[in-house]
């Protein structure tokens, strides 16, 4: 494992985005694996279900694990890389802020929850639905369905993980610790992806224009 981790370090330090690019590659198709995974296996729990449905036996959808993994090596990579080293440049140099201090690791959650996290999901429901040969406007209908349940399920998670990345990881290892809980991102929103019209979202879509009302009528 030690060998690994220097093998990984030299890597980073030689190529530094293609190490990133290859590594989110490989953790976001291991991740589509799971969520297909995942899906299969909650499809066979309800309990009235034929016997010839139970017993299909899961076949993965390699077309898709190729294209979540391309996600991850086309944009994860290359955009992480760029956005925590440039993100932590500007607040250090542009804004004078003194590393690890509560303000500069604030501000770096802040502006990775406002800017990185939602530009993520767009570019990920947005890019699955071409890859899946949908038209314009069904990417649309998707990314309405999709964007704010996920949005909003994933804003009480990754802030929480980045108070710890950001105060305490160096710049250059931040991505790598975003990749390992990326394996378990990437199952999710594969997960969601695959739920399509699935009824908890439309309850959440509900649930966001009922709370609107409320507040307009306030």
Request: proline share 4%; net charge positive.
């Amino acid at each position: 494992m030690l060998r690994l981790w220097r093998w990984y370090q030299n890597c980073l330090a030689i190529h530094p985005v293609k190490t990133q690019m290859i590594s989110s590659g490989v953790l976001w198709g291991v991740g589509d694996i799971a969520a297909q995974t995942i899906t299969f296996s909650m499809a066979k729990k309800p309990l009235q279900i034929e016997d010839k449905e139970r017993d299909k036996k899961l076949k993965i959808n390699w077309k898709r694990v190729a294209a979540t993994s391309l996600f991850g090596f086309g944009f994860i990579g290359p955009a992480g890389h760029f956005w925590y080293e440039g993100l932590d440049r500007f607040l250090k140099l542009r804004m004078g802020m003194q590393q690890n201090s509560v303000r500069f690791v604030a501000s770096k959650v802040a502006l990775d929850g406002i800017i990185f996290g939602p530009l993520d999901l767009l570019v990920f429901f947005t890019y699955m639905g071409f890859s899946n040969g949908k038209s314009v406007p069904q990417i649309k209908d998707d990314v309405k369905r999709d964007f704010i349940p996920a949005l909003a399920l994933e804003g009480g998670i990754w802030p929480i993980l980045q108070i710890a990345n950001f105060r305490y990881i160096p710049v250059r290892y931040q991505l790598l610790y975003v990749n390992v809980f990326c394996l378990i991102d990437s199952c999710f929103l594969s997960w969601i992806e695959q739920q399509q019209d699935a009824a908890w979202k439309h309850w959440f879509k509900q649930f966001l224009h009922l709370d609107g009302q409320k507040d307009k009528g306030g």
